[in-house]
């Protein structure tokens, strides 16, 4: 395996290698290299281009999972406009999949929980949580909040969590996820085992505290954790330069002499391979990596405002947009660059499938999305009493509304 | 068994927990993680177990309170000791987070954690910010932590074990002044619910409520009035959340009064929400709070002095209620 042989050949480096590494350390010190990357990928000719040594039933399924998250996304924005029983406020992540399937593609998602790597996501959660492996089904019957959903409808959107795939949970809140995403690996640390911790952020978390506070301890303790900052340029109704003293947030990984990486983020194999180089320096105990992909969502921050069923992205007026608008000429700059096209067309000139084998995948990822949504439907509303319960461990808490 | 302050007995209870967790962790910022007694060999947590597990951060509570947090949540029992003056820069970690991430994800949320909080009573001299006493009422009012506030050595460790085993979230109330307190400890660990008052002592006149370093003045107050004839019921808390109601409207249903001793200030001091729940349930009591006044604490000793309540105005107020 391609890991494995560069991971033995940085430990047997020639003398070579380790002056250009001390000249690359230089390089960080004075701040001059925003992208240094792993030291692994540098060493020995290796090109970091990952993507290329994955077999193509993975391929394939990264295709999948981007068309899986892009078709629930766009039915659930279908359903905000047309369909009064489907409940939920929705923060939609299309145009924005490559990475949550990028990262997550480097990740170990499959065994007990004390192996995992684990995923600490946003208030935009569909995209980590399909891409981690969360159960379709249950994900739509937790979003119309039915008892049988994935945290039995106490979580809605926000608070999504499946711990037998590693996807701790979406946050409501603005920032700590990255604090404990660090926090879980400290105690990976602790333990002495080789688990990741990755927190996804959005654009609006470089001016929040736990921003410097994830990072910083991070790198003081050399923890296996990577902050993926997804900049889609707005957070809520605000360009990002309203909060961000510099265009690319990755330079903010100088102050913490750690690798600062911008990657394409509409480029799911590139968005892997950053991605497996920070995860291949978290194992070997190198310490933290943050991670800017660049991408872009097509709906507002919430719900799908000016946007039409049957018709992908939200244009025209916006009842939200305070503060800036999201032009939309820059909207449709963006759907040309489509990450379900970019991963397609990637997999097509790499003979991996053709436009019919594409074209039949996406009619059954539509279908699978189809399917969940119908058993939605027909699961069960919550029974009122069980509010009282899961509050500790034990028990119930009393009932103080009756006086 | 031996006279231990109440340091020591709580760091005898989390290096116990330490030794049979192998990736337990500790995170502490100022108070470094030592203990010594006389006669008794040091503790100390970072030389024992090596700084992968005990680490002192920078000044960044909210590493100390998110980072315990996320350990837990990955299935590694942590605990940190957050000094005072601190734990309200954490504080939605612990409300908004701790609190509801078991009830958000429908009971899947494990966090088996414990945040210390040093609570400092006020003191002469400090002035307003150095004295925090007031984060007891904060923290008791979010559903979903369980906040107990200890009085004494022997509760401070086996409450502390307690934390520590319960699979529940947990803010440990540590009131500063309890530093200079000693008594007999076990050696061997031993537990403390921590969902049950004390009764500290037991009579059929007054009933007085309090907790933490609270009951210092309080025991002194009663010692003064058992002397004068009060039979005295006095009852240490001990846990704001769950509170022990039952135990609250037994003692005021055989005595009919009620006074309640807070350090904290007076609105919503844990005073109120005691005759809260008693006056539901007990028919014609008679009530009285003492507390600090809704004001910061002043600097001069002059001031501070005569604002901050004590075992005399608890002697004058029982006197007042009893007639």
Redesign the interface.
Known sequence: MADQSTYNAATSISSASATRRTLLKGFAAAGAAVSMGSKLAWADGEIGYWAKDLPNEKLVDMYSTILRIRWFERTLADKQLSDRSFRNLIHLYAGQEAVATGVCAALNNKGP??QLD?I?GTHRPTGHALAKGVDMKKLAAEYNFKAT???????GEM?????SVGY??A?G?VG?AA??????????????NK?V?VAFGGDGTFAT??FH??L??AA??KLPFIYVVENNLYHQFAHYSYSTPMKDIATAANTYRIPGIVVDGQDVMEVYNKTKDAVERARAGEGPTLIEAKTYRYYGHWGAPGAKVGEMGSFGYDPQAITSWRPEREMRAWLARDPVDICRNTLVSWGVIDQAKAAAIEAAMKEEVKEAFEWEAKQPLCKPEDAL?????DGT?AARQFG | MASKSSMYAMYEAVQHEMRQRK?M?WLFELTPAVASNPGMSVINLEKEFGR??V?N??I?E??MA??????G????T?VTFIPYQGSQVPF??IQ??AG??????????AMPVVFIVEISGQAAGFGGQHSDYECDSYFAHI??V?VVIPSRPYDVKGMMASAIQD??PVVYLFPQALRQLSEEVPDEQFTVPLDKAAVRTTGSDLTIVSSGAGMMGVLEATAQLQKVGMKVEAIDLRSLKPMDTETLVKSVQKTKRLLTFDQSYYTLSPGAEVIARVAENVDGARYKRIAFPDAPPPASPEMFNWMRPNASHIVAAATRIMG
Do not use: C
């Open positions: 929980f004390e684990v600490f959903g994935l945290n039995r409808g106490y979580a608070h999504l969590s499946d711990k701790i949970g946050d809140i700590p604090v404990l995403a660090a926090g879980s690996a400290f105690a990976f640390r602790a333990r002495g688990q911790a505290p736990a506070s994830s910083n301890n003081l303790l319960k899961h509050v500790f461990v808490v | 990736d962790t992968t597990r680490n951060t920078g960044d909210m590493w998110g980072a315990t947090l996320g350990a949540l990955v299935g590694t942590a939605e970690l908004n987070h509801k991430l078991r009830y958000m994800t429908g009971g899947d949320a559903p979903g369980k699979p529940n």
